[in-house]
């Protein structure tokens, strides 16, 4: 039984609040790049732009905001 619960252990991803806090900050700014670079492909007019920054940012702080609730397994 013991060997049992140690394979079942090794199994559960280990994610520490830091490192997901970390992997977060990464895919946050890759989105950003994402934002610019698109908006320069596609000639975003500079007014145009500081809106979509600012719906960019609105995202992300909803992201940080909700993402670790979404994480958290469902208890169904």
């Given at each position: 039984?013991?060997?049992?619960?140690?394979?079942?252990?090794?199994?559960?991803?280990?994610?520490?609040?830091?490192?997901?806090?970390?992997?977060?900050?990464v895919l946050l700014a890759l989105d950003r790049m994402l934002v610019e670079v698109s908006m320069g492909l596609y000639?975003?007019?500079?007014?145009?732009?500081?809106?979509?920054?600012?719906?960019?940012?609105?995202?992300?702080?909803?992201?940080?905001?909700?993402?670790?609730?979404?994480?958290?397994?469902?208890?169904?």
């Open positions: 039984m013991p060997a049992r619960e140690k394979r079942h252990k090794a199994r559960k991803p280990v994610l520490s609040r830091r490192h997901s806090d970390e992997m977060l900050d000639n975003v007019p500079s007014r145009e732009r500081f809106s979509l920054r600012k719906q960019n940012r609105r995202l992300h702080d909803a992201v940080r905001k909700h993402l670790p609730r979404l994480l958290t397994r469902s208890r169904i």
